[in-house]
């Protein structure tokens, strides 16, 4: 049976004490001021403080809250005690007829999101009030079942965590093994030769515009690299993309590296071939002297995107150009032992590959299950 959102279901806006009393150190009479931002961001410098005058509007660790405007509309926020602003609805649900778990998990569904999304688009300033929540439509089943659904989602939901946390470990062994074998490259600690980098790759400027003879092939923008691991995900043909102007070519040989900030330190290693944006570089590693595994992860690193900010801010447009990343220098550790930890990387990837598998996986099923519980 399906029924209202606000039938069983009442939802707080919270209040914005002027910005000027707020403090930054916690005080006798004072309360956490939560924002959006508290609940997305680990960052503990962020924590302010208000002062309690029994008038605002107050959360406790266990209530659900869902952002209210803008890019956070309908982002679900929990697990937080404080006074809320004026970006936050609590939600007070009839704990008689439905658990917060349960609300948790419904408002976390693609179809409250849908719903709320489409809520927004409606106004200038995407937001919602209390009365656009009538509309939604939850489905209420007993509370025992109400139980065992949050059981599974959340079993669910931890075999996710599981395996997205075995492969941040795997990345942080890849890192840790790039230290053990080469040292540490701000300060050169193995007393490694110094190079430029334009003595171990160059920047590919292959550019085309025949876009019939390339039509199938894979296009790569920026936003299809992963920023964190560099995997390759959710890019289309160049007839897909409706290609329009110049792009770059790559092979299996390239890495392609993304110009643009915040992307930074995007770099991908294509294993096949195709065309990128201009928003991304193709660099062709010597195999002479330089190891593309191996570059790939010291342009993944903050040694070298340390030296890359320094140009980037300095333009309307943050980029770096060529002549500036043919200008990095770098210790180069002897090419037996830039092959040596490539091959301990693949298997790690090889690894990765299995976890990632099994991941999607999981989380195919956890998106089958939401269907079936609030579909």
């Known amino acids: 049976m399906k029924v209202s959102l606000t039938d069983i279901c009442d939802f707080q806006g919270g209040t914005q004490p002027p910005k000027n009393e707020w403090i930054d150190q916690p005080a006798q009479g004072y309360i956490r001021m939560l924002q959006i931002r508290d609940f997305t961001q680990s960052d503990k410098n962020y924590i302010e403080y208000v002062k309690d005058t029994g008038k605002l509007k107050t959360c406790i660790e266990d209530d659900i809250l869902i ?58 300033q995407a937001g919602f009030n209390k009365n656009d929540l009538g509309a939604a439509q939850i489905p209420l089943v007993d509370k025992e079942r109400q139980e065992e659904i949050c059981e599974v989602l959340e079993k669910a939901n931890k075999l ?14 890849v890192k840790a093994r790039f230290v053990e074998i080469f040292g540490d490259f701000k300060n050169n600690s193995k007393n490694w030769p110094i190079v430029k980098f334009d003595e171990l790759a160059k920047i590919d400027g292959n550019m085309t515009t025949d876009y019939e003879k390339y039509a199938d092939y894979p296009h790569i923008g920026i936003d299809s690299i992963e920023k964190e691991t560099g995997e390759l995900k959710g890019y289309r ?106 091959t301990f990387a693949e298997r790690v990837d090889q690894q990765k590959q299995t976890i990632q598998q099994s991941l999607e996986k999981l989380e195919l099923m956890k998106k089958g299950l939401m269907q079936e519980y609030f579909g």
């Not at 996710?160 to 062994?173: F, M, P, T, V």
């Not at 500036?324 to 830039?338: H, N």
């Open 160 to 173: 996710i965590s599981l395996r997205k946390q075995q492969l941040a470990k795997l990345d942080e062994l």
């Open 67 to 124: 952002g209210r405007y803008g890019a956070s509309i309908g982002k679900i926020l929990t697990g937080l005690a404080g006074a809320y602003n004026v970006a936050i609805v609590k939600t007070i649900p009839d704990e008689k007829v439905v658990s917060k778990k349960y609300l948790y998990w419904y408002l976390n569904s693609q179809y409250f999101q849908r719903f709320i999304s489409n809520v927004g688009s409606r106004a200038a």
């Open 237 to 342: 043909t160049v007839k897909e993309d409706g290609v329009v102007s110049g792009k770059y070519i790559f092979t299996p040989q390239h890495i392609i590296y993304s110009k643009i900030r915040p992307n930074l330190n995007k770099v991908a290693l294509p294993d096949f071939e195709g065309l990128c944006s201009a928003d991304a570089y193709p660099i062709l590693p010597n195999p002479k002297n330089c190891n593309r595994i191996f570059l790939a992860l010291v342009m993944r690193s903050d040694y070298f995107l340390d030296y890359i900010l320094q140009f980037s801010a300095r333009t309307n447009l943050p980029k770096v150009n060529r002549k500036e990343i043919a200008g990095f220098s770098m210790p180069l550790p002897p090419l037996s032992l830039q092959n040596d930890f490539a």
